[in-house]
């Protein structure tokens, strides 16, 4: 939160900080910029904006003289205040009060008409450098000698010209009175009147030529003095001046960069929540933004009229600030907020274009799609029908919209493919692949979306299946495990319930039974268990290559006690050469050994068990065959169940697990286990897989 | 007098063992923990050691390694869990025999006659003289024609005694029982094999403690017979 808080300070200072040296920076390199040539090119003061400021002025007294003095030349009786006028400038230009020179002369002639040079001194050689001006002068002026009219005369041709005289009488002229109006300053070019204002006799028009410069040295004490000295005085801060505004400005381009980078970032990276002002429209900000900026700059505008007339003064200078850290803080708040949009991916679609333009996509879509399919075709076609006729209309677009209509299509079809693939991934079992909808048509994509959750859901069940059963196995291997404790005392302590001295045969019978039972238990038990580890195939194989004739003569070394004493006759049917397939030794010795004792439980006494092993095409096939003690009504498939026996009154020994046990192991080592039942006839057929010999 | 210790969380098996072992005069510990039978291990010499693996506190598999790091007295391990990866786990952390529960009185009693026989004379009487076979605790005398296992003498068949011979003379070989047909009977085998299946399981019967689990005689399904080198 610390952290936060310090990051957070440090923003507004560095915003607060750009702000500052962004307005400092701009108005210094304004003025840096207009005393860019006193800067570079040392020109020093002549060239100085102060100074062309004066001449400026100096020149406008100038040209006041000069007109009053022709107006003296043309009619000697000025008015009071016009002589007023000429005396005054006569002194303010007086070559002992000012450094500047001049000189008026008639344009026409040249002839010098008034100058303060000294006599002889000429202005080339005495002023730094020199300006020259035309200066027209025009008297009775005032002659409102644009109600002079024409007169469209039809039937003659020509036109006529009423000129209206000083005294407000008319004159009219035609195109034959040439000297008469030549006189007014009118000319007919045949057609219309032309007017030259310098030969209309109702004014007085005179062109001077004024020509004028600041002397060189300054040598009198006015403006230019002062302005000189003042120069001389800054113009040695200048350099400092231009060094302190690139700082300024550089690192005010600085804190602006530092500050786009970081803003609408979040100290670790990720993109912040952006603030109230972040999350206004941009469309409705930027206008927002520039009206405010340009009221200011309305606003501001008499202010630097009035620094260009009367320069600085506090007042100015507090508004001037004023107004560009308005204009600063309006254009620096928009640069960052357009950044942290950049970076936060809000840019566009935090506008009221946006907005407005997604509502009306939206409204559209939903108009569009909730139509039938049919619908939509029909619409897509009379639109691509419209489309091409009017492409044809100009015929270079026609491949080009042909080509956008041939590529939506391709499109289409290679979604479809896509959506066809995905249905034949979750058909060939890997029900967890998921078809990639994006960029896809709407109707695609909603059914592609179906198959996705078709096989979700089948994937759900068949973990959930998988899950049960593990669950299942798992219960069945710890219940049996917790069922094996007990059992061990029980069995141990019968065994010592027999060595105790009991004379009573009742009793001795009673343990007799116990006895069986517990060994009956614990061999279901051990049953229960390799069964579920079979049946979940939890168990690990180790596939070798055996003989499949050498472990049925094994098994039946084990087996042939038991059978003598069911008087059981066993009928082998073996191949000469050894059938060698690959299994696994141990596991596969279970299944004999189910089998066997199966044969040894539930067959007849008395009866032939038919062995058989022989060779097929890619599997090594053992049989045993055998007839049933008890009567066998039961499809072969329940047998296979766990916990089913042969006889329904399950009093034989067994748990019923044999079978079941029996397949799950021929399972796990690649084989196939099946019955059959024909009548009392009882046959199982085990087939493994042939090793490579 | 042996000292054995037995050790198991259920009291009641304990006590049966206990009842057991007295009764073929063995002295008895009792400990009902891996701490408990740590403890006993240190307080008094034992000979034997019956230990449960499944037991709260410090389990029978930490307790053997943890026994097995200064002592090598023979330990047996009861356990109800039947599975392959268990039992290798518990030999091979110094276990010397293991008996599944739930197990049979006189199978404990033999297993810890044979651990205690071997325990007591190792060394003591190898076969020094040429003809005598020896492997584990069976003992195969050829100038005597007697064999003994655990000290205990057997009986065998002709049959069934050259069988082992065989067997023995070459421990950890696989014979097929056409092979053994040949060799013992001297006869070409014709179909004659499940004889051999036959006489090898009462051999089995004959010096093998539980003979659905052998120790010496293993069957090797589908390839043959082997002697188990020990």
Redesign the interface.
Same mark, same amino acid.
């Given at each position: 939160m610390k952290k936060l808080c310090s990051r957070l300070a440090v923003k507004v200072a560095a915003f607060l900080l750009a702000l500052g040296t962004g307005v400092g920076g701009f108005w210094a390199t304004l003025f840096i910029l207009s005393q860019w040539d006193t800067l570079w090119t040392g020109a020093g003061y002549y060239s100085s904006n102060s100074c062309a400021q004066y001449v400026e002025n100096r020149f406008l007294q100038v040209q006041e003289l000069a007109r009053l003095l022709q107006y003296k030349a043309w009619d000697a009786s000025l008015s009071y205040l016009d002589q007023q006028r000429l005396s005054d400038l006569e002194y303010a230009l007086d070559d002992s009060r000012t450094n500047f020179r001049f000189s008026i002369r008639r344009n026409d002639t040249g002839a010098l008409i008034y100058s303060n040079l000294e006599e002889g001194a000429v202005l080339e050689s005495s002023v730094y450098a020199v300006t020259r001006s035309s200066v027209p002068v025009l008297y009775n002026d005032d002659v409102d000698r644009s109600s002079d009219y024409y007169v469209w005369n039809g039937e003659k041709q020509y036109y006529l010209l009423y000129v209206i005289l000083a005294d407000g009488s008319e004159q009219l002229l035609t195109p034959n009175d040439a000297s008469l109006a030549a006189k007014y300053g009118y000319t007919f070019n045949g057609y219309s009147w032309d007017y030259n204002k310098a030969q209309d006799s109702r004014l007085l028009y005179a062109d001077l030529a004024v020509e004028y410069g600041v002397g060189f040295p300054l040598i009198i004490h006015d403006e230019f003095w002062d302005g000189a000295e003042d120069f001389s005085e800054y113009a040695r801060y200048l350099p400092a001046l231009a060094i302190l505004t690139v700082v300024l400005d550089l690192s005010c381009v600085l804190l602006c960069v530092l500050l786009c980078k970081v803003v609408g970032k979040h100290p670790n990276g990720s993109s912040a929540p952006l603030s109230r002002f972040d999350r206004i429209p941009l469309d409705l900000l930027v206008l927002l933004d520039l009206w405010v900026i340009l009221l200011l700059l309305v606003g501001g505008e008499p202010l630097t009229e009035a620094l260009a007339a009367k320069g600085l003064s506090t007042d100015l200078t507090v508004g001037l600030a004023l107004i560009s850290t308005g204009v600063g803080l309006c254009l620096l708040s928009l640069l960052l907020t357009l950044f942290a949009r950049i970076h936060t991916g809000t840019l566009w679609r935090n506008t009221l274009i946006w907005r407005l333009v997604q509502v009306l996509g939206q409204a559209l879509r939903c108009a569009f799609l909730s139509w039938p399919l049919t619908g939509r075709i029909i619409t897509l076609f009379l639109i691509y029908l419209l489309g091409s006729f009017l492409t044809n209309l100009t015929v270079i677009l026609v491949p080009v919209y042909q080509g956008i209509a041939l590529w939506l299509l391709c499109r289409w079809t290679i979604q479809w493919k896509r959506i066809r693939q995905g249905a034949e991934h979750i058909l060939g079992g890997d029900v967890s692949f998921k078809i990639d909808t994006r960029g896809m048509y709407q109707d695609l994509a909603q059914h592609a979306g179906q198959l996705n959750d078709l096989g979700g859901t089948i994937s759900q069940s068949v973990e959930e299946r998988i899950r049960s059963e593990r669950f299942r196995a798992e219960l069945i291997t710890n219940v049996s495990?917790d069922l094996?404790?007990?059992? #061990?005392?029980?069995?141990? &302590?019968v065994? *010592?319930l027999k060595k105790r001295p009991i004379d009573d045969a009742q009793a001795q019978s009673y343990l007799e039974v116990l006895t069986r039972k517990?060994q009956r238990l614990?061999k279901l #038990?051990?049953d229960l268990?390799e069964a579920s580890k079979a049946s979940t195939g939890s168990l690990?194989v180790h596939p070798?290559q *055996?003989? *499949?004739v050498?472990?049925v003569?094994?098994?039946?070394?084990?087996f042939?006690?038991r059978f003598i004493q069911n008087r059981l006759t066993v009928v082998t049917d &073996?191949p000469e050469q050894e059938v060698w397939?690959l299994?696994d030794?141990?596991h *596969?010795?279970r299944v004999i050994d189910n089998l066997l004792s199966n044969c040894n439980k539930y067959a007849l006494e008395g009866t032939r068990l038919y062995l058989g092993i022989t060779r097929q095409e890619k599997t090594g096939v053992f049989t045993v065959k055998n007839i049933s003690r008890q009567q066998l009504n039961i499809p072969p498939q329940q047998l296979l169940e766990r916990f089913v026996r042969g006889d329904t009154s399950r009093t034989t020994e067994g748990s019923g697990l044999g079978l079941s046990i029996a397949r799950s192991l021929t399972e796990l080592q690649q084989g196939t286990f099946s019955l059959a039942i024909d009548g009392d006839l009882f046959k199982v057929t085990v087939a493994l897989p042939l090793a490579d010999r | 007098m042996y000292t054995i210790l037995i050790c198991d969380d259920d009291r009641d098996i304990v006590s049966a063992l206990d009842i057991y072992l007295t009764s073929e005069d063995y002295q008895t510990v009792k400990a009902y923990d891996g701490l408990e039978a740590l403890k006993a291990v240190e307080e008094q010499p034992v000979d034997l050691i019956l230990m449960d693996i499944m037991m709260p506190g410090l389990d029978g598999i930490r307790a053997t390694a943890r026994l097995r790091e200064h002592c090598n007295v023979p330990i047996i391990l009861l356990t109800a869990k039947s599975e392959d990866a268990d039992k290798v786990l518990g030999l091979n952390i110094g276990a010397d025999d293991y008996i599944t529960k739930p197990f049979n009185p006189i199978e404990v009693l033999a297993r810890v006659r044979s651990q205690l026989r071997r325990y007591t004379s190792l060394g003591g009487k190898s076969g020094s003289e040429d003809n005598t076979l020896t492997n584990g605790g069976i003992c195969l005398d050829d100038s005597a024609k007697t064999v003994t296992v655990d000290g205990e003498p057997v009986s065998l068949t002709p049959l069934e005694y050259n069988i082992l011979l065989l067997l023995l003379k070459n421990p950890g070989r696989v014979f097929s029982t056409s092979q053994i047909y040949e060799l013992v009977w001297n006869d070409p085998s014709l179909g004659s094999e499940s004889t051999v299946a036959v006489h090898i399981r009462h051999l089995r019967e004959k010096i093998e403690i539980d003979p659905a689990n052998p120790q010496y005689i293993k069957v090797v399904w589908g390839l043959g017979y082997k002697m188990e080198k020990i």
């Open positions: 495990h094996k404790t007990p059992l #061990t005392s029980i069995i141990n &302590y065994d *010592l517990t614990k #038990t051990e268990v690990p070798e *055996l003989g *499949l050498q472990l003569q094994q098994a039946l070394g084990e042939e006690d &073996y397939i299994a030794g141990h *596969l010795w | -």
